[in-house]
Protein backbone atom coordinates (compact mmCIF):
# COMPACT_ATOMS: atom_id res chain seq x y z
CA UNK A 1 0.00 0.00 0.00
CA UNK A 2 1.73 3.57 -0.99
CA UNK A 3 1.93 6.03 1.47
CA UNK A 4 -1.01 8.28 0.34
CA UNK A 5 -3.24 6.24 0.21
CA UNK A 6 -2.34 5.08 4.19
CA UNK A 7 -2.66 8.94 4.69
CA UNK A 8 -5.91 9.42 2.54
CA UNK A 9 -7.39 6.61 1.51
CA UNK A 10 -8.01 4.63 -1.55
CA UNK A 11 -8.88 6.65 -5.19
CA UNK A 12 -10.55 3.78 -6.51
CA UNK A 13 -11.95 3.91 -10.40
CA UNK A 14 -14.50 1.39 -11.74
CA UNK A 15 -15.48 0.29 -15.18
CA UNK A 16 -17.00 -2.33 -17.21
CA UNK A 17 -15.43 -5.06 -19.22
CA UNK A 18 -18.90 -7.02 -20.37
CA UNK A 19 -20.36 -8.40 -17.41
CA UNK A 20 -17.53 -7.80 -15.45
CA UNK A 21 -17.46 -4.76 -13.19
CA UNK A 22 -13.15 -4.14 -12.82
CA UNK A 23 -11.94 -0.95 -9.94
CA UNK A 24 -8.08 0.01 -9.43
CA UNK A 25 -6.72 2.73 -7.51
CA UNK A 26 -5.73 5.62 -9.29
CA UNK A 27 -3.09 5.92 -6.84
CA UNK A 28 -0.99 3.23 -8.05
CA UNK A 29 -1.11 1.02 -4.55
CA UNK A 30 -1.90 -2.31 -6.09
CA UNK A 31 -5.50 -2.37 -4.75
CA UNK A 32 -7.23 -4.16 -7.93
CA UNK A 33 -10.14 -6.42 -8.36
CA UNK A 34 -12.98 -7.31 -10.09
CA UNK A 35 -17.64 -8.95 -9.44
CA UNK A 36 -19.43 -10.46 -12.24
CA UNK A 37 -22.73 -9.72 -13.08
CA UNK A 38 -25.46 -10.90 -14.42
CA UNK A 39 -25.76 -8.92 -16.99
CA UNK A 40 -23.28 -5.94 -18.87
CA UNK A 41 -26.27 -3.57 -17.98
CA UNK A 42 -25.97 -4.34 -14.75
CA UNK A 43 -21.94 -4.16 -14.79
CA UNK A 44 -22.65 -1.08 -16.54
CA UNK A 45 -24.90 0.72 -13.98
CA UNK A 46 -22.81 -0.18 -11.34
CA UNK A 47 -19.30 1.05 -13.00
CA UNK A 48 -21.26 4.32 -13.31
CA UNK A 49 -22.85 5.16 -9.92
CA UNK A 50 -19.83 3.75 -8.35
CA UNK A 51 -17.07 5.49 -10.01
CA UNK A 52 -18.14 9.40 -8.80
CA UNK A 53 -15.76 11.91 -6.99
CA UNK A 54 -16.74 14.51 -4.64
CA UNK A 55 -15.26 17.02 -7.43
CA UNK A 56 -17.74 15.90 -9.88
CA UNK A 57 -20.31 17.22 -7.95
CA UNK A 58 -18.94 20.74 -7.51
CA UNK A 59 -21.42 23.54 -8.26
CA UNK A 60 -24.30 21.62 -8.50
CA UNK A 61 -24.27 20.38 -4.79
CA UNK A 62 -23.64 23.15 -2.15
CA UNK A 63 -22.00 22.54 1.01
CA UNK A 64 -24.70 23.31 3.58
CA UNK A 65 -22.09 26.55 5.15
CA UNK A 66 -22.90 28.12 1.69
CA UNK A 67 -26.49 27.88 1.91
CA UNK A 68 -26.98 31.08 3.24
CA UNK A 69 -25.12 32.47 0.56
CA UNK A 70 -27.26 30.72 -2.29
CA UNK A 71 -30.81 32.23 -0.77
CA UNK A 72 -29.17 35.70 -1.07
CA UNK A 73 -28.05 34.81 -4.47
CA UNK A 74 -31.84 33.57 -4.91
CA UNK A 75 -33.74 36.68 -3.71
CA UNK A 76 -31.54 38.83 -5.80
CA UNK A 77 -30.05 41.15 -2.85
Do not use: N, Q
Amino acid sequence: MSASCRLLGHRPTFWAEGETLRWRCDRECGLEGSKTYPTAADARRYADALDRRESDEIGRRAPLSLLPLRLIRRRGV
